[in-house]
Nanobody
Framework: QVQLVESGGGLVQAGGSLRLSCAASGNIATINVMAWYRQAPGKERESVTQITISAATNYADPVKGRFTISRDNAKNTVYLQMNTLKPEDTAVYYC??????????????WGQGTLVTVSS
């Protein structure tokens, strides 16, 4: 089993910054993709950004140039640096990890979510 623990959400004024973290632990041999999704009130969950094991990244258009994803493979941790936050960034942010365990089938794990609220 794989567990994800997220941290770093909170309340911030528009134009401010926050940094989210997500640490994975458990039966992990390799983590191929680490990603962040978000779900705003009344909306479906959407992809924000992802980073592969080779550090290739991609971003959703609304966050390009403002958000930066990074990972620490030694710590099995992914980060999301969010700058120039806007009220429309308000959402619950979820960490997602795809990888392979030492034993068993590949995993697709989700964090519990962390709330980011951006006030205008």
């Amino acid at each position: 089993q794989v567990q994800l623990v997220e941290s770093g959400g909170g309340l911030v004024q528009a134009g401010g910054s926050l940094r989210l973290s997500c640490a994975a632990s458990g039966n992990i041999a390799t983590i191929n993709v680490m990603a962040w999704y978000r779900q705003a009130p009344g909306k479906e969950r959407e992809s924000v950004t992802q980073i592969t094991i080779s550090a290739a990244t991609n971003y959703a258009d609304p966050v390009k140039g403002r958000f930066t994803i990074s990972r620490d493979n030694a710590k099995n941790t992914v980060y999301l640096q969010m700058n120039t936050l806007k009220p429309e960034d308000t959402a619950v942010y979820y960490c997602n990890v795809l990888g392979n365990p030492w034993r068993g089938e590949s995993f697709n794990a989700w964090g519990q979510g962390t709330l980011v609220t951006v006030s205008s």
